[in-house]
């Protein structure tokens, strides 16, 4: 089955300063790889995510990258701000496409801090 | 329909006890997901339904754990004889067959003395 590994476990940044986590996968069938950030107490939400036909993605002030030969992908976050605290997991499934799982596997999350 | 609907949303029981947990998708979605976050981790795969079809189980989900969806629309996830380790944060999510995101519910926090 598809494994995912994320890092930092935490990452402290100071308030306008850029953020990257990074994830690796190990199902080379994985085409889909989504970001869900969740405040402290509450659900998780997709804030972006990429599919394997693609690079590059970027929506506002948060961007993710996907090397689909070193199977690993990150997010980047520019300018960061307060409201950005929170835990971000990545993801990786095998959504699209004939015989594909669609059971999105999670990495362990990133604890974001950002200090104003 | 405002989104994915748990409940309970906490159950404190005594080991040895059984517990139900009810989701309600969005109306439209046709696959239904439970995950299990533990403080620290991210969710982790239990079960998964396409419409009232049970598609997956992963290995986490031991003989104790069943999941229906009668008629693909709401679903529950029964603990039976619940032991320590179970408690966690039980986590239902939906999706439309055409995309990937999951939308996911406020979570069944499960507490077993």
């Known amino acids: 089955g598809e494994n995912v590994e994320q890092h930092p476990s935490t990452l402290s940044v100071q308030e306008g300063d850029s953020a990257v986590i990074k994830c690796t996968y190990s199902d080379s069938a994985s085409n889909y790889f989504p970001w869900y950030k969740q405040e402290l107490g509450k659900r998780p939400q997709l804030i972006i995510d990429i599919r394997s036909n693609v690079g590059e993605k970027k929506d506002q002030r948060i961007a993710v990258t996907l090397n689909k030969t070193a199977k690993h992908f990150s997010l980047h976050i520019t300018e960061t701000q307060p409201e950005d605290s929170a835990v971000y997991f990545c993801?990786?499934?095998?959504?699209f496409g004939s015989g594909g799982s669609y059971i999105p596997t999670f990495g362990r999350g990133t604890s974001l801090i950002v200090h104003p | 329909d405002t989104g994915v609907s748990q409940d309970p949303r906490h159950k404190i029981t005594k080991r040895g006890q059984n517990v139900t947990f009810r989701c309600d998708p969005i109306s439209e979605h046709n696959r239904l997901y439970w995950y299990r976050q533990t403080l620290g981790q991210g969710p982790e795969f239990l079960t998964y339904?396409?419409?009232?079809?049970?598609?997956?189980k992963s290995r986490l989900l031991s003989d104790r754990f069943s999941a229906e969806r009668p008629k693909g629309s709401f679903s529950t996830l029964e603990i039976q004889r619940t032991e320590q380790g179970d408690s966690a944060m039980y986590l239902c999510?939906?999706?439309?067959?055409?995309?990937?995101?999951?939308?996911f519910g406020e979570g069944s926090r499960l507490t077993v003395l």
């Open positions: 339904f396409q419409n009232e079809a049970q598609l997956e």
């Open positions: 999510a939906s999706s439309k067959q055409e995309t990937g995101e999951l939308f």
């Open positions: 993801a990786a499934s095998n959504n």
